[in-house]
């Protein structure tokens, strides 16, 4: 009896790692494997002699920091960064503001074909990236675009919309398009879990409709926006899927354009993992750091306003 | 040695994730040549139709000697390179693999590629002397069996051409007149484009003028990017781009594509396989192009670069190099393998006894109103002057992608640009501890 209580009890013990076993061995695979290798790599550097020809002239060899200064003194991988900067200003407040817009008038009460709208909206999230930028890099091309001959037609000027500052309007434009949806049907959602109650003590003083949304709606939606934010911030540091796609369209778009594009340049275009992988660290602590960054101050600004 | 050390991370990793498999096959050494009994070879291409001719080979003299190759078809060119050298790190790289002459002297640099001068001696007669250079890299080594070429020619518009009142240029300077010529008659054309996003193109033309991107000389390299031939090459079409006698966009989009088809330009500088290209990106005007040699730069010589092209290699993590190499063998030299890689895939073989036969007899389907298309191409081949190809060639291309790329956009001085080319390319060279004099 007192033999078979303690083998339970043991087994119970025991029961928390073997449920956490699956997981910590996935984790330990395919995510801190990887990631160990990668930083491991970041640290190493091929060494060749000579002409650099037959069996055992090239070598891995230690660099130490050498990958990390390289990429920190590149001016292309900051022009990069600062390249990327500059979209994320248009893409990230433009698309917040339209899915916030359009998640509020859906949720107001004189909406009419909401689901069917709703679903119209969120469509483009559905269309993967690269099919996404190869569509609207055929809009952008005025030989061929549908767009180009109307305004043809029509005697208005045509903009080049791959070349210079229009480009950033171009590239906006399709991340835009594909994530508005995605991000209005997340703050959607939660305007959707606000008490009914508080509307009708809203009306009951005697609120507009714009006042209910600017004064209740907004505020008490502030989490999802924080959230929304928070992933537009890393997609925005990740870009790579539109730029990529429309490189061969234009002169415009190098091949270093993004950082991430760079990264992938030197581990695929010029065969330099080492360099790659410091790259990749750099670009992985960056986005950590912007976006707990974010996160932590929007926290704290929260807090402070549950306190007042 | 490190990279014993991390090949066996690597290997023990891949043990642990796919169990004892994996760990078996790694385990196997790299000897075993002179194994007898049934043999099967892994081939990486991405010539299309490539399982088709393989079929022939295992159904036929590989069925005797009991070699069986299986193809796996890959994506093309640079990528190949990156994946070859990447499964080579990792000790399993197939048995044979498809690369283009430019990515030799990489994929010998790390040491992937075996030397199998003793297996295909015999078919060195059967190319063209430059060609067979490009597989040796000029040591006594032959890393590769020349599978295809790409001479370079100039395509154009015949209707167009008379309609415009144009001569064929035989020189380059006979081209530029022949542009500016068009864009004063018909201001809304051009005679062709200067596109920065295929390194080849521009790596043919500057071949074609003599230059030698790459030499060595006792234990060190010399590049010769930046060399006058090549500036020669890039300040002329620097110049063209500039004053608007050509347009500047990319090769390759659906606006060039339509440009070629409705006529918007009506030349195009390319190489042998252009047919299979136009008669996808132009076919509404099948029948109305024709060849001709490319313009020289004097009117007495007669040489062409070349674009594109690609061999058969047997890489060092091969198990049966003998049996490896009897295949690259035979499927470029034989007469049956080339007739069915003409007819399946479309190549334009590297062997001149396959040149003028089979297939080559009557011109492309899209070039039926040029009879002599393939007698002509032979004797252009001929012609090709020798490439000097180095071990970081990939860098070379993607600085030229991007340093070109922007001088086009911005009609600036390409000289400047062919400056960048050769300091990124030297700088890398360094960093990679090659010895390079200056």
Request: net charge neutral; proline share 5%.
């Amino acid at each position: 009896m007192t033999s078979t209580a303690r083998r339970k009890s043991y087994g119970v013990k025991g029961a928390p790692y073997a449920f956490l076993l699956p997981a910590t061995i996935l984790f330990a695979l395919f995510f801190a494997l990887p990631i160990g290798y990668a930083i491991w790599l970041s640290f190493r550097k091929v060494q060749v002699s000579g002409l650099g020809l037959g069996s055992g002239a090239r070598k891995e060899v230690w660099a130490g920091l050498e990958n990390y200064t390289d990429a920190l003194s590149d001016s292309e991988l900051l022009n990069g960064a600062l390249r990327v900067l500059g979209y994320g200003c248009i893409v990230v407040p433009v698309m917040l503001g339209l899915a916030l817009l359009f998640a509020l008038m859906l949720d107001s009460e004189k909406v009419r074909l909401a689901p069917f709208t709703r679903l119209a909206i969120f469509l483009p999230y559905a269309i993967p990236g690269v099919v996404a930028a190869l569509l609207w890099g055929f809009l952008y091309l005025p030989d061929v675009s549908p767009f180009y001959f109307v305004l043809d037609k029509l005697g208005l000027p045509q903009p080049d919309l791959l070349d210079g500052g229009p480009l950033y309007l171009a590239l906006s434009n399709i991340a835009v398009w594909g994530g508005t949806g995605f991000n209005m049907i997340v703050i959607y959602t939660s305007l959707q879990a606000i008490p009914a109650e508080v509307y009708e003590a809203a009306k009951l003083d005697g609120a507009t409709p714009l006042q209910i949304a600017l004064r209740i709606k907004i505020p008490m939606v502030a989490p999802s926006l924080v959230l929304t934010f928070f992933f537009s911030i890393i997609a925005t540091l990740q870009v790579f899927n539109e730029p990529t796609t429309l490189k061969p369209l234009t002169n415009s778009v190098s091949t270093t354009w993004s950082p991430l594009m760079k990264v992938y340049r030197d581990a695929f275009g010029e065969g330099d993992i080492y360099a790659a992988a410091a790259q990749a660290v750099i670009i992985a602590l960056a986005t950590l750091v912007l976006s707990f960054g974010f996160l932590r101050a929007a926290n704290r600004r929260n807090k402070q306003e549950a306190a007042r | 040695m490190p990279n014993t050390k991390r090949r066996r991370l690597v290997a023990s990793a891949v043990a642990v994730t796919l169990g004892t498999t994996a760990l078996a096959a790694c385990g196997s050494s790299d000897d075993g040549d002179a194994q007898s009994g049934p043999v099967s070879l892994t081939y990486w291409t991405w010539t299309p139709g490539m399982d088709k001719v393989v079929d022939l080979w295992n159904k036929g003299p590989g069925k005797k000697d009991q070699i069986t190759v299986t193809v796996k078809k890959q994506a093309s060119g640079d990528t190949l390179v990156t994946k070859i050298l990447t499964a080579h790190k990792a000790g399993k790289a197939p048995d044979l693999v498809q690369a283009e002459y430019q990515a030799l002297p990489t994929l010998v640099s790390n040491d992937a590629l075996a030397d199998i001068s003793g297996e295909v001696a015999d078919a060195k007669g059967k190319f063209a002397e430059g060609v067979w250079q490009q597989t040796t890299l000029g040591t006594d080594a032959v890393y590769a069996v020349p599978q295809d070429i790409g001479p370079m020619m100039f395509y154009y518009r015949e209707d167009l051409f008379k309609e415009y009142g144009l001569k064929v240029p035989t020189t380059w300077d006979e081209f530029a007149d022949t542009a500016r010529a068009l864009k004063k008659k018909a201001p809304d054309k051009d005679l062709t484009t200067f596109s920065a996003n295929d390194s080849g193109l521009f790596a043919g033309l500057a071949q074609q003028a003599g230059a030698k991107w790459w030499t060595t000389s006792g234990d060190k390299w010399k590049v010769g990017i930046d060399d006058a031939a090549t500036q020669k090459v890039a300040k002329f079409w620097g110049d063209l781009v500039k004053e608007g006698a050509i347009d500047n966009q990319p090769m390759y989009t659906p606006a060039w594509n339509k440009a070629l088809n409705t006529g918007k330009q009506i030349a195009w500088v390319s190489a042998v396989w252009a047919p299979g290209t136009l008669t996808t990106a132009a076919p509404d005007t099948k029948g109305k192009w024709a060849m001709a040699p490319l313009p020289q730069w004097s009117a007495s010589e007669n040489v062409t670069g070349s674009w594109g092209g690609s061999s058969t290699a047997v890489t060092t993590d091969s198990q049966h190099k003998e049996a490896a190499a009897k295949f690259a063998a035979w499927l470029n030299t034989d007469r049956d393998a080339l007739n069915a890689l003409a007819k399946e895939s479309g190549i334009y073989p590297a062997s001149t006894s396959a040149q003028l036969s089979g297939a080559f007899t009557t011109p492309p389907e899209y070039f039926s109103n040029q009879a002599d298309f393939y007698t002509t191409a032979a004797e252009i081949a001929e012609t090709t002057a020798p490439s000097a190809w180095g071990p970081n060639v990939n860098v070379a291309y993607t600085t030229f992608k991007d340093a070109f790329g922007a001088a086009a956009k911005n009609k600036s001085d390409f000289t400047a640009a062919l400056k960048t080319m050769q300091d990124d390319t030297v700088a890398d060279m360094k960093k990679q501890g090659f010895e390079v004099a200056e």
